[in-house]
């Protein structure tokens, strides 16, 4: 594994991490506890540090089956968490904000993950017109000194319209950015990365495999079932595009014999801008493949 500092965090993160979203629910498959175990043993065994993971991926249910699998070895993890959601049955979400709201989030948090402190709570997807709001900040810099948060993160919303966000991190306390950047959507380059640099900002590059797309094991007209988010959240006819871009991709840029999945992880990796890549898992094998990208770093 290679390790990089997460910005003006300090700590030192594995380039990959472990994303899990899957773990809600909503991809398709109710998570068992010993599949979650043995995830992040794997995890561990590869030398993966980092974990992502939210309030709403089932009503704190990822944390809470992240929590039970970490629970001996809470302080070997940097764990990521966010604020701002409340999970009310899968594909079904609200938007509690308000400075109580998230107190609530997180001790709920905290009990669900089973630790003393979030090492960093991210603001989640959180719009330009409630993301300044004094009396959130304020509550979010107790919890820091209090001890319950090490540092504050900001997942921006996937529209590519975070600039003016991304730009108030340091004045917010802000010290590590979470983005959507994937070979099929490169909005950060346009200006959100250059501002990262400019503040020292940390990157988590999400959704590394376009949802799945980017390991090249779907082909145009793939069906998704509706339980799953692929199926529920994303339309056929763009979905058919991504998938057609991604054939273009595999043949004119990933080298014959090389894992599609592994080189969409390097890829987003060889940007200096990217700390470090969050890809979402549904079992040991891919947490292991995935880590493996490592190796074809430039
Ligand atoms: N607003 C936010 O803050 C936000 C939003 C979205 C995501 N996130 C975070 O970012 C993480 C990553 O995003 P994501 O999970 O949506 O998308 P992703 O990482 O681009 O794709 C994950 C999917 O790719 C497939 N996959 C993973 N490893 C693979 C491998 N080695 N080989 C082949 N296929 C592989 C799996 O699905 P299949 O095997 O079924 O194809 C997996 O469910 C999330 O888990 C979550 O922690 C945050």
């Given at each position: 594994?290679?390790?990089?500092?997460?910005?003006?965090?300090?700590?030192?993160?594995?380039?990959?991490?472990?994303?899990?979203?899957?773990?809600?629910?909503?991809?398709?498959?109710?998570?068992?506890?010993?599949?979650?175990d043995?995830?992040f043993r794997?995890?561990k065994?590869?030398?993966?540090?980092?974990?992502?993971?939210?309030?709403?991926?089932?009503?704190?249910?990822?944390?809470?089956?992240?929590g039970t699998a970490i629970a001996e070895d809470r302080d070997d993890w940097?764990?990521?968490?966010?604020?701002?959601?409340?999970?009310?049955?899968?594909?079904?979400?609200?938007?509690?904000?308000?400075?109580?709201?998230?107190?609530?989030?997180?001790?709920?948090?905290?009990?669900?993950?089973k630790?003393?402190?979030?090492?960093?709570?991210?603001?989640?997807?959180?719009?330009?017109?409630?993301?300044?709001?004094?009396?959130?900040?304020?509550?979010?810099?107790?919890?820091?000194?209090?001890?319950?948060?090490?540092?504050?993160?900001?997942?921006?919303?996937?529209?590519?319209?975070?600039?003016?966000?991304?730009?108030?991190?340091?004045?917010?306390?802000?010290?590590?950015?979470?983005?959507?950047?994937?070979?099929?959507?490169?909005?950060?380059?346009?200006?959100?990365?250059?501002?990262?640099?400019?503040?020292?900002?940390?990157?988590?590059?999400?959704?590394?495999?376009?949802?799945?797309?980017?390991?090249?094991?779907?082909?145009?007209?793939?069906?998704?079932?509706?339980?799953?988010?692929?199926?529920?959240?994303?339309?056929?006819?763009?979905?058919?595009?991504?998938?057609?871009?991604?054939?273009?991709?595999?043949?004119?840029?990933?080298?014959?014999?090389?894992?599609?999945?592994?080189?969409?992880?390097?890829?987003?990796?060889?940007?200096?801008?990217?700390?470090?890549?969050?890809?979402?898992?549904?079992?040991?094998?891919?947490?292991?493949?995935?880590?493996?990208?490592?190796?074809?770093?430039?």
């Amino acid at each position: 594994m290679i390790y990089r500092t997460l910005g003006k965090t300090g700590a030192e993160v594995s380039v990959v991490g472990v994303g899990t979203w899957q773990f809600g629910g909503e991809w398709g498959i109710d998570f068992r506890q010993k599949t979650v175990d043995s995830i992040f043993r794997t995890a561990k065994e590869c030398g993966i540090n980092l974990i992502d993971t939210a309030e709403c991926y089932g009503d704190h249910l990822s944390e809470s089956l992240i929590g039970t699998a970490i629970a001996e070895d809470r302080d070997d993890w940097f764990l990521a968490t966010k604020f701002g959601h409340h999970f009310n049955g899968n594909f079904e979400r609200s938007e509690p904000r308000s400075a109580v709201d998230v107190v609530k989030q997180l001790e709920d948090s905290l009990r669900a993950l089973k630790t003393d402190v979030i090492d960093l709570y991210q603001y989640h997807s959180w719009g330009d017109d409630e993301i300044f709001a004094d009396d959130v900040q304020a509550v979010l810099l107790k919890a820091k000194d209090q001890g319950k948060v090490r540092f504050l993160g900001n997942s921006v919303r996937g529209k590519g319209d975070s600039t003016d966000q991304i730009r108030q991190s340091s004045a917010q306390s802000i010290d590590a950015i979470q983005i959507v950047y994937n070979r099929l959507r490169r909005e950060p380059e346009e200006g959100a990365f250059e501002i990262c640099k400019q503040q020292n900002l940390g990157v988590l590059a999400r959704v590394p495999l376009a949802s799945g797309y980017l390991s090249g094991k779907y082909e145009p007209g793939h069906k998704f079932a509706g339980n799953e988010m692929r199926g529920k959240w994303h339309e056929d006819e763009q979905r058919d595009l991504w998938l057609a871009e991604v054939a273009v991709i595999q043949k004119e840029e990933v080298p014959d014999g090389v894992d599609m999945a592994q080189w969409a992880i390097s890829w987003c990796l060889n940007h200096p801008a990217v700390t470090c890549v969050i890809p979402g898992v549904k079992n040991a094998d891919q947490v292991r493949s995935n880590a493996a990208a490592v190796g074809l770093l430039e």
